[in-house]
């Protein structure tokens, strides 16, 4: 992706009420945001566990205000954790909040990484860059990936009918072209990834809660609230 990226201006714009905007939306599940962040990573921490894997050095594509660095520090173990976005706006709130030296947030637009990343990670990102633009968004990600990387891919599951009325209420994602489970397995083998798991997550509402261990047996059904497409650099 070459230029200013066409969502950063509106993030830009949005960057003072992004965390008001997003509380709006997700006011729908009961849940907060770091219901949903712990919830991913603490899943991907499943996942490669399973697998015997660790991730010393942790790239965080599509940062944002940098909320999930000090959870993939904490729950990952990660070393260090760079984040990289297209908003400015959201990156200085990101370096205000998280000033820990384990933690850097860059600008997308001129980064490159001086060394390979053990694992990539992405919420609710791609939704937002244009589909023809989102092959060289998984080839950034791939080039930055040591040979056996992994990439975390979390995206919104525009199946779940809960997602759809959430991303209505967010004014930032109101517009976003929407990706499916399939539709993600298919761009990320797309970009030379090999898929390892493609799992869904968030079936249930605070309300029922008390249904949410039955998730992990839910989880091959392309029915929760988000995805995960776990991959691996070839």
């Not at 954790?81 to 205000?96: I, K, M, N, P, Y």
């Not at 990343?117 to 092959?135: K, Q, W």
């Not at 993600?184 to 970009?191: C, K, N, Q, T």
């Not at 309300?207 to 949410?212: C, D, E, M, P, T």
């Amino acid at each position: 992706m070459s230029g200013e990226h066409p969502g950063a201006a509106e993030f830009d714009a949005h960057a003072e009420s992004y965390d008001e905007d997003l509380a709006r939306g997700l006011a729908a599940s009961g849940e907060d945001k770091e219901f949903y962040a712990r919830g991913r990573i603490k899943w991907l921490a499943r996942r490669m566990r399973e697998r015997g894997a660790t991730a010393r050095r942790v790239l965080d594509f599509g940062c944002g205000d940098g909320f999930a660095a000090p959870l993939l520090s904490e729950i990952l173990h990660a070393d260090s954790v760079t984040g990289v976005d297209v908003s400015e706006g959201l990156l200085q709130q990101a370096r205000s909040r998280y000033p820990d030296h384990r933690f850097s947030f860059l600008q997308l637009e001129g980064w490159s990484p001086t060394a390979p990343f053990d694992l990539a990670y992405t919420n609710g990102v791609f939704h937002h860059i244009p589909p023809g633009e989102r092959a060289s968004a998984l080839e950034r990600v791939a080039n930055a990936l040591r040979p056996g990387g992994l990439f975390a891919f979390w995206e919104n599951n525009p199946w779940n009918p809960g997602t759809r009325m959430v991303m209505r209420r967010i004014v930032f994602d109101r517009d976003a072209i929407t990706i499916s489970p399939p539709a993600a397995r298919r761009l990320l083998e797309g970009a030379g990834f090999r898929v390892l798991h493609l799992d869904t997550l968030f079936y249930f509402p605070r309300a029922l809660s008390w249904l949410r261990g039955l998730e992990p047996a839910l989880s091959p059904l392309p029915l929760g609230g988000q995805y995960l497409v776990l991959a691996r650099r070839p």
